[in-house]
């Protein structure tokens, strides 16, 4: 399944976590305390028919431990500006606080210039460097390769991965740079986990209760863990809550599909390759999460120089260190400013890019002959064996779960596929149902 679909990619760029070491560029010096706060943006915009948004946020680090915590900026005016002239007014999302999106069907154009403005709600505004668009040739030839004995990255506890490579066509008499990104999708069977609760559908009456042993369903809906508490003021007639810990699984009410993305960034400079073709390029390592076929979309984007040099610095410093859970002394500084003050140095790259994209099926056939066990995607994600609740005894109705609940809907209950970065539950382009 090969698509050559090519779409101008424009991006806030900001990788994995932030704030690294970085030896030139700009850079922002930290106290020996790695006390940090500063500006991140985020955002992605294509000439695809997607949802396009911007996140902002600030990074802190806390003064004692050193560890990072984010909080979401709301009410912020942002807009985009096209060519110079036209904007086009970002919409805050009353959900997710601290996230903008453009209209819905907006969508970048070749040969147009772009450039993001925003103010925050103290009057502080902000600008990126504006930024045209590098033509990036096609992807073609793609193919996978199924490696048993090796782990698809390091921070995996099991062996097994799917290397995806692909062709293309550096153009000649100029200097090109490039990177790679996928994005995977893996049938999601669980989806929700409760740790000293169950999962509830309806909310849970407060002061009700039934025979000392179960807590009463009301008809409001709830879809979350229910976990209850002792307090001082609790009746007598609560019923008793066990003093231990357990968690409970729940399957998911409709299909639904893990989303994983690229973990490193995977960049080339064509000094080498000028005017030839770029063959059997490794763009893609995706994990043997289960034996079921997963869908993956590959993109291939270009960068003018500065980008490039942006990128390739937070890539060897990540190499270099360990990864972002290091301490960093210094974080790379962006090309977003604040207007009224040069010297505040905002972590984000505003990043414009034409891009081929690739949506490509690996069916996993190719794993049989391994004698590789895959763990399953739960146990992946999370380092353990499913848990689900005790199903209800079918002649009494009585069941073993650590916290009863009478009335509502059926028991065992199942749990919504909540659509986030990392789960949706609309089915991804290029899903291959099996039969």
Same mark, same amino acid.
């Given at each position: ?9 424009l ?5 994995a ?29 294509t ?8 996140r ?28 110079g ?40 505004n ?12 096609a ?10 004995n ?13 290397e ?69 003021d ?61 869908s ?10 500065d ?15 360990? +990864?972002?859970?290091?301490?960093? %002394? &210094? $974080? @790379? ?9 040069? *010297? ?29 066990t ?19 005894n ?12 009478? +009335?509502?809907?059926?028991?065992? %209950? &199942? $749990? @919504? ?9 609309? *089915? ?8």
């Open positions: 399944m090969l698509n050559k679909p090519k779409y101008i990619f991006r806030f760029f900001v990788p976590l932030l704030l690294m070491a970085v030896s030139c560029v700009d850079q922002l010096e930290y106290n020996i305390g790695g006390r940090i706060n500063t500006l991140v943006v985020d955002g992605l915009l000439t695809a028919d997607e949802q396009h948004t911007v902002i946020y600030r990074a802190k680090s806390d003064e004692a431990t050193g560890k990072y915590d984010s909080a979401p900026i709301t009410g912020i005016v942002m807009e985009l500006v096209v060519d002239t036209q904007t086009v007014a970002f919409t805050e999302d009353k959900v997710l606080a601290g996230k903008y999106y453009l209209p819905e069907h907006f969508r970048a154009q070749v040969g147009k210039s772009y450039q993001l403005k925003f103010r925050l709600p103290d009057g502080t902000y600008e990126s460097t504006i930024q045209k668009v590098v033509p990036v040739p992807m073609t030839n793609v193919k996978s390769r199924f490696v048993p090796q782990a698809a990255d390091a921070r995996l506890k099991f062996n097994g991965f799917h995806l490579y692909i062709d293309t066509q550096d153009p000649a008499d100029q200097q090109n740079f490039y990177s790679w990104e996928w994005t995977q999708y893996e049938k999601q069977d669980w989806c929700k986990s409760c740790s000293r609760g169950v999962y509830a559908v309806n909310a849970i009456l407060p002061g009700v209760y039934l025979d000392k042993r179960y807590f009463v369903s009301g008809n409001e809906p709830f879809e979350d863990c229910f976990s209850p508490k002792y307090s001082w609790n009746d007598w007639s609560m019923p008793p809550i066990p003093n231990e810990e357990w968690t409970y699984d729940y399957q998911c009410r409709t299909q639904c599909w893990q989303v994983f993305r690229n973990p490193n960034l995977n960049l080339f400079d064509d000094r080498l390759t000028n005017g030839g073709k770029i063959l059997q390029r490794s763009v893609a390592r995706i994990p043997f999460y289960q034996h079921g076929g997963s993956v979309e590959l993109r291939q984007l270009s960068l003018d120089k980008a490039y040099n942006y990128f390739k610095l937070f890539q060897q410093q990540t190499e270099n260190t360990g +990864g972002i859970a290091d301490t960093p %002394p &210094t $974080a @790379l500084r962006g090309n977003i400013k604040n207007v009224q003050d040069a *010297k505040e140095s905002i972590v984000g790259y505003f990043q414009v890019s034409d891009v081929s994209i690739v949506r490509h099926w690996v069916d996993r056939k190719d794993t049989g002959a391994s004698g590789i895959p763990p399953g995607l739960f146990e992946a994600l999370n380092g353990r064996a499913i848990s689900p609740e005790p199903s209800p079918i002649n009494t109705g009585s069941s073993a779960a650590k916290i009863l609940i009478y +009335g509502g809907p059926p028991r065992l %209950p &199942t $749990a @919504l596929c909540i659509k986030s970065d990392a789960r949706t539950p609309v *089915k991804p382009q290029g899903w291959v149902d099996l039969q």
